[in-house]
């Protein structure tokens, strides 16, 4: 059983994500009445991140007094990665008129708008509502669309991958170059990494099939490799941290799911957590207290340090040697 060392993690809620197969299925309770909420959800492909950020809105709604099955009906639809997937699922999930919808991931929430200006709509798992067009901005979001965003502290992570290989002379990173979300946090480690006087190697990938290859190449020719919160890679994280293994390559990685799967070490937001902010600020809305249009993006309200104590072990490094970055 892989061994991890968490710290400030919230105990899980005993949630049970409601998962569909490719086409996507809808997950409805009974209980149907005047009182209840119908929530369209659409996520962007199925991994640890993701997955829980859903639990966690659930968790978020039901803790603003919205319960699935009581009062609360949610359709959820799982594009598993797929363009055509969600134009048909935001459609399907727009004509269904529900009284809000949720995106999770960027490719999600603008699926979603492109649909409809009048469904209020939150997202979550988003790096930067501004850039990817979803928000006027983080303050005055000024349509029907909020959220929350998952941008990380790219410096810090790159401040914790020096701390644990201090030696390092060339840092890869990889990420799928299709994603807007990925190209932006990457490049911002390769500022940081550059400013540190490291030599970096960049690789992308535009689909989980070409993860292995991507980070054999990489990892052959780099002292530790940097993955920012990238879909992608995130969904092929277990095979990434087999190759990591075999190469004996630390890998930090954007998000804590990504270690937990497969990285070495992070220091990083609770997808959980920041779904369960998303989930908080929807039963606001579903209530009539707040509007998309005034309620501001919130980030994460907590970062925490997560060492996969397995993977350590496996590459030879003392656990209790990874520190959070100050």
């Known amino acids: 059983m892989k061994k991890l060392a968490l710290l400030g993690i919230a105990a899980a809620a005993g949630l049970t994500l409601a998962a569909c197969g490719n086409g996507g299925s809808a997950t409805e309770k009974s209980g149907d009445s005047d009182e209840m909420k119908k929530v369209g959800v659409l996520q962007?492909?199925?991994?640890?991140?993701?997955?829980a950020a859903y639990e966690g809105f659930v968790e978020g709604l039901a803790e603003g007094g919205y319960v699935e099955?009581?009062?609360?009906?949610?359709?959820?639809?799982?594009?598993q990665n797929s363009q055509d997937n969600l134009m048909s699922m935001s459609q399907q999930l727009v004509n269904n008129k529900p009284d809000l919808l949720l995106g999770i991931a960027t490719l999600s929430g603008q699926s979603l708008i492109n649909q409809t200006t009048e469904i209020p709509i939150v997202v979550t798992a988003v790096t930067d509502l501004v850039d990817a067009k979803l928000v006027a901005s983080n303050e005055e979001p000024g349509g029907n669309l909020t959220g929350t965003t998952d941008m990380v502290p790219i410096e810090k992570q790159?401040?914790?991958?020096?701390?644990?290989?201090?030696?390092?002379?060339?840092?890869g990173i990889m990420y799928n170059s299709g994603e807007s979300n990925s190209k932006l946090q990457a490049d911002l480690a390769q500022a940081a990494l550059e400013k540190a006087g490291i030599k970096v190697e960049v690789k992308t990938a535009t689909t989980t099939n070409d993860v292995q290859q991507v980070t054999e190449a990489l990892a052959k020719n780099v002292d530790a490799i940097y993955v920012p919160t990238d879909n992608t890679f995130a969904s092929?994280?277990?095979?990434?941290?087999?190759?990591?293994?075999?190469?004996?390559?630390?890998?930090i990685t954007g998000s804590v799911e990504q270690t937990t799967d497969g990285g070495l070490a992070t220091y990083g937001i609770n997808y959980h957590s920041l779904g369960k902010q998303t989930g908080e600020m929807a039963a606001k809305i579903l209530d009539g207290k707040a509007?998309?249009?005034d309620t501001a993006v919130e980030s994460a309200k907590e970062l925490e340090l997560i060492v996969n104590t397995e993977m350590a072990e496996a590459l030879g490094i003392d656990p209790d040697s990874i520190v959070a970055p100050e």
Do not use: M, R, W, Y
């Open 236 to 251: 092929a994280a277990a095979i990434v941290g087999e190759v990591a293994k075999t190469t004996k390559t630390p890998v």
């Open 69 to 79: 099955g009581e009062n609360l009906k949610i359709e959820f639809q799982n594009a």
């Open 158 to 171: 790159i401040a914790l991958l020096l701390n644990i290989v201090p030696e390092a002379k060339t840092v």
């Open 44 to 51: 962007l492909v199925e991994h640890g991140s993701l997955d």
């Open 291 to 293: 509007k998309p249009a």
